[in-house]
């Protein structure tokens, strides 16, 4: 069965440095996803990435944030310097369709950042 | 402003007992359900969805879950519980005209005995 997968499983980091981490989408999946936890908090919206583009961001993806789809298996999250605060569990998920459908999201097994 | 409760941060059951994990949720619009299900290392799986139509869903490995739109509710319950179901499950939310962004209940902890 396909699924999403993330690499690294965890990375630590010193504060200020900058982190990139790394989702392969289900392979025929259009849209695209981050989510971050907290550890004791719940699971956060980041962005949303459809056709090459952010279709919808939250607040907390501010501009130390960005992602891109480098070619066309992986989908990046990168953190340009980073924070103690956002040491977090980061899960990326993908959904064949996005928007109204009520389309699944499928969730890979999460990257656990921790910033020192 | 959106949201999902869970209330019960942790439980435990025996082996064999029935289960039910509570959500609620706070919506303007018809929303879309979802129960995830995450184990030690893994992924968030999706047990089961509701959209519309029948308010009583089926998922995986067991479960089902029922909608009940006059108490915003959307509890998950099995029968008889088995030491692998032994996990965090997830409550969430979607909304009918964009489901892109998941709003998300902080888990309950599933603990299972003997």
Known sequence: EPEVTQTPSHQVTQMGQEVILRCVPISNHLYFYWYRQILGQKVEFLVSFYNNEISEKSEIFDDQFSVERPDGSNFTLKIRSTKLEDSAMYFCASSILGGGQGETQYFGPGTRLLVL | ?114
Do not use: M
């Open chain 2, 1 to 114: 402003a959106q949201s999902v409760t869970q209330p019960d941060i942790h439980i435990t059951v025996s082996e064999g007992a029935s289960l039910e994990l509570r959500c609620n949720y706070s919506y303007g619009a018809t929303p879309y359900l979802f129960w995830y299900v995450q184990s030690p290392g893994q992924g968030l799986q999706l047990l089961l969805k509701y959209f519309s139509g029948d308010t009583l869903v089926q998922g995986i490995k067991g479960f089902e879950a029922e909608f009940k739109r006059s108490q915003s509710s959307f509890n998950l319950r099995k029968p008889s519980v088995h030491w692998s179901d032994a996990a965090e499950y997830f409550c969430a939310v979607g909304h009918a005209g964009n489901n892109r962004k998941l709003i998300w209940g902080l888990g309950t902890s599933l603990a299972v005995n003997p």
